[in-house]
Structure formats: C-alpha cells, structure tokens
C-alpha cells in the first residue's frame, strides 16, 4: 500500500472532508480521490461514508485510522533516521494553547522553521484539551501542571502566577489572606480544577467555587478586570493588568508553586528528530529568556523594556 495514499486518508478523516484535505496537502480534490479509492480497493472495505457536508468514518475508518497514523509516524522517523544530521523534512502537527500559543510560542515555531527550509509546520491553537494520538499530533506544547497520562513529557521551561483580583472586587468582598479563605470567595476558573499555593515548604490544596468557568485564561481576565471574583493566573497573563491597576495581587503570603511549560508527546521507542529539534529550541529560547531576568532585576532596570521576557518566567 502507498504511503502517500495512507497519509492522505489520514489527512481526510481528520479533516473532515475531501476539500479540506486537499487544501492541507495542496493537491486537487480529484488526486485525494483517487488515493482514497485505492487505500478502499486494496483493502475490500469503505472507510470513509461521504456525505454533502463532507466525509465520515465508518466503523471500519475509525479502526484502520489509528493504525495508519502509527504506519506514516514510524515511516516517517525511519525517513528522518537516515537523513544527514540536522536535516529535517515532512510535517510536524504540533497542539499549542491558545492563551499563550500566538504571544509565547510561535515566534519559537517561526525560528523552527527558518531553521529547517524543507520542515512544514503546522499548529493548532487551542486551550481544549487535545487527545495526541486520536487526532494525529506529533506533540503537544503544555502549560501548568501535567496530570498523569500514558504520554511522554519534557520540561521546557517555568512559568509563574498569582492570584489576583479587581479593586472594585476587594473593595466589596474583601481579598482572601490564608488559602481556607478561599472557598468564601467567587472563584473564575476554567473547569472544577484546585488551587495550590505554598506554606513555607508546605503545599496547600484548595477547591474553589464560582459560577463563571471558560476555558481561555485571558477571557477569566477580562471576568477578574470586570470585578466577577477572584483569578488563579500566569503573570504572562496578568503583568499589563498589574501594572496598570487594573488587577491587584492578592494572598502574596501563600505564592502558587511554579508550573511548567512541557513539550509532551505520545509513547514511543524512537522519539521524532522533529519533536526533539522543537523541544531543543524551547529549551534553548527559554535559558535565554531566564539569564535575560536574572540579569535585568540584578540590574534593577525598569520592567517596561524587558516586560515581554520577564512575564515568561
């Protein structure tokens, strides 16, 4: 079976539809097509029901999907493994958040990709939670705490935050000072997640409660700005806030652990050249970024001219 009629099968049940694969491959829709029919006729059976909205995969599509998204993956490495050292070529599907993908992450994908004339790169934006594997990514670009999962993970660089909240919201309702205070409080989080925060080298764990949840950490700023309650946030997130008094630090007794971003990938006995170049060069950029920190509050220069570094940190 052609590997290039496995991948753009692929392609299509991710996609959707023969229209949209064909846009990501850049091919005519009447190449992606034919590929479909030989991948069928090969293996006696349909895969895809075609529709006027686009395609679905019948039971047997959703079967055979996963198997050959595990083939092109592993031809794939085979093909990077004999490249010359450093050279890097195919595609790389990487899930990034969308509160800090366009602003942190993908001046570092545009430097990837400048690197590597011949690699295509493609991104996904998003703060939902995105299943590797099911979808067809090579990696993932992780904020915050990692829950256990069977998928592997590297750490890339920290990240702090804090929890804050409007004047308005202080003035009215007060601001917590111990971390039990906190369920007495109108919470904005992005699901029914808990709070840590860290007594001396003690952590402790809270639930809190609240009635407005999205998934999109600028958009609980906006709800803290407005006054709603108070925010568990990453200083990226909050700093511009801070610094104009639109929000105000809260609970500094009891500082939030520091979390990490992570490059996380799914389990395999030859991890991707590809997702190791990116890991590489977040790990690099964010070095960099840390040395640029240490040495601007040894300086003690103003935080308007590195604020864009420092809020990585």
């Known amino acids: ?38 991948v069928e006729a090969e293996l006696g059976v349909q895969l895809l029901a075609r529709t006027t909205r686009g395609a679905a995969l019948t039971e047997a599509g959703v079967t055979f999907r996963d198997h050959a998204a595990r083939a092109c993956a592993e031809i794939d490495v085979a093909r990077e493994t004999i490249l010359p050292t450093g050279e890097l070529r195919g595609r790389l599907r990487i899930a990034a958040p969308l509160s800090f993908g366009p602003t ?102 809270v639930h809190p409660r609240g009635r407005f949840k999205a998934d999109d950490a600028t958009a609980l700023a906006s709800a803290a700005v407005a006054g709603l309650g108070i925010a568990w946030l990453p200083d990226g997130i909050t700093d511009e806030y801070v610094v104009a008094g639109a929000l105000v630090p809260i609970m500094t007794r009891y500082p939030p652990p520091t979390a990490g971003i992570y490059v996380v990938r799914p389990s395999s006995p030859h991890p991707s050249p590809k997702v190791q170049a990116l890991t590489e060069l977040l790990i690099e950029c964010f070095e960099q970024v840390v040395e640029f920190a240490k040495v601007i509050d040894k300086a003690k220069s103003g935080l308007a001219c590195c604020r864009f570094h420092r809020h990585l940190v």
Request: net charge neutral.
């Open 1 to 38: 079976m052609d590997i290039e009629d496995l991948r753009t099968f692929v392609e299509v049940a991710d996609a959707g539809g023969v229209s949209p694969a064909a846009r990501r491959l850049g091919v005519s829709k009447s190449i992606v097509s034919r590929r479909l029919a030989r």
């Open 104 to 205: 942190h992450f993908a001046p570092v994908l545009a430097q990837l990709a400048k690197r590597h004339p011949r690699l295509g790169i493609h991104t996904s934006y998003s703060d939902r939670f995105v299943d590797l594997i099911a979808e067809g990514f090579d990696c993932a670009i992780r904020v915050g705490y990692l829950q256990e999962s069977n998928l592997i993970a590297r750490r890339v660089g920290p990240i702090r935050g804090k929890l804050v909240a409007s004047p308005d919201y202080i003035a009215a309702h007060g601001a917590p000072e111990t971390p039990e205070e906190i369920i007495a409080h109108e919470a904005l989080m992005q699901g029914t997640e808990t709070w840590q925060f860290m007594n001396g080298n003690e952590t402790v764990t």
